[in-house]
């Protein structure tokens, strides 16, 4: 009977660690953003969910060319001298399978905007982050670290 037992706790734990795992590989949570050349962190982005739609705001800046409160003096429109902290710079991106996709990023540093592709790591624990301009091959990939909560 004891085997029995053990089985079915071993059935259990690895039930519910699926369960955390599934949680864990999505792109909702707050990020680290690398920088491509130096790789050293730029700022933290909050990627948040409603209504199946996923977007991204700049919760902080770690470092920047342009000091601590920089703007986004390349952006057009209503984003042009707006403060990048605050800044929604992911949005329209929908859940396509295992990554988030359709939508649009924006380059704070030159005001330009992208298509958008998100793919969380099976850990959860990082986020590639796919710029492009017409097809997803034509682009650049970025790796974001998840923040601990």
Not at 115 to 141: I, M, Y
Request: glycine share 12%; proline share 6%.
């Amino acid at each position: 009977m004891r085997p029995y037992i053990f089985l079915l706790a071993t059935a259990v734990a690895a039930f519910h660690a699926e369960a955390a795992f599934a949680l864990d590989a999505s792109p909702v949570g707050m990020w680290r953003t690398i920088d491509d050349a130096t790789g050293k962190p730029k700022s933290i982005v909050e990627i948040s969910e409603v209504n199946g739609e996923v977007t991204g705001k700049v919760r902080e800046i770690l470092q920047s060319d342009k000091g601590p409160n920089p703007v986004c003096d390349e952006c057009e429109g209503e984003r042009k001298n707006q403060p990048v902290i605050g800044m929604t710079i992911i949005w329209g991106m929908k859940k396509d399978g295992d990554v988030w996709d359709g939508g649009t990023i924006l380059d704070p540093k030159n005001g330009k905007t992208y298509g958008c592709k998100l793919t969380p790591a099976a850990d959860g624990k990082t986020l590639q982050v796919r710029g492009f301009k017409g097809f997803s091959l034509l682009g650049r990939t970025q790796v974001w670290e998840r923040v601990s909560p």
